[in-house]
């Protein structure tokens, strides 16, 4: 039961939140430049300046999602090989020699 709620609610709390803020932040930088762009057509330099920010905003985000998600990987592996040992030298709990 590796994958029961003491890993996986950490780790899909991660990658979801970081999901909805990569995902936020395209939906809401589109919804700002198509409104900025309809209110003032005057200022599309502006705009477009924004523009370029909010997707290299988003970029970062992206990053930090894939490197959160890494850590992530790296803590449940390193916890599955510690399992795995612990199991190994455990032994059955048998009654070899119990004569």
Same mark, same amino acid.
């Given at each position: ?11 899909? &709390?991660?990658? =979801?939140? !970081?999901?909805?803020?990569v995902? %936020? *932040? ?6 700002g430049?198509? +409104?900025?762009?309809?209110l ?6 502006a ?8 997707? &290299?905003?988003? =970029?970062? !985000?992206?990053e930090?999602?894939? %490197? *959160?998600a890494?850590?992530s990987?790296?803590?449940v592996? +390193?916890a ?16 070899e020699?119990a004569?």
């Amino acid at each position: 039961a590796l994958f029961t709620f003491g890993l996986s609610i950490p780790v899909g &709390a991660a990658l =979801g939140g !970081g999901t909805g803020l990569v995902v %936020g *932040t395209a939906v809401g930088a589109t919804a700002g430049a198509v +409104g900025g762009g309809a209110l003032g057509y005057a200022k599309r330099d502006a705009l477009a300046s924004a523009a370029d920010s909010a997707i &290299a905003k988003a =970029g970062d !985000g992206a990053e930090y999602v894939k %490197g *959160t998600a890494t850590a992530s990987l790296g803590y449940v592996r +390193g916890a599955a090989v510690s399992a795995r040992a612990r199991l190994r030298s455990a032994g059955t709990g048998g009654s070899e020699g119990a004569d």
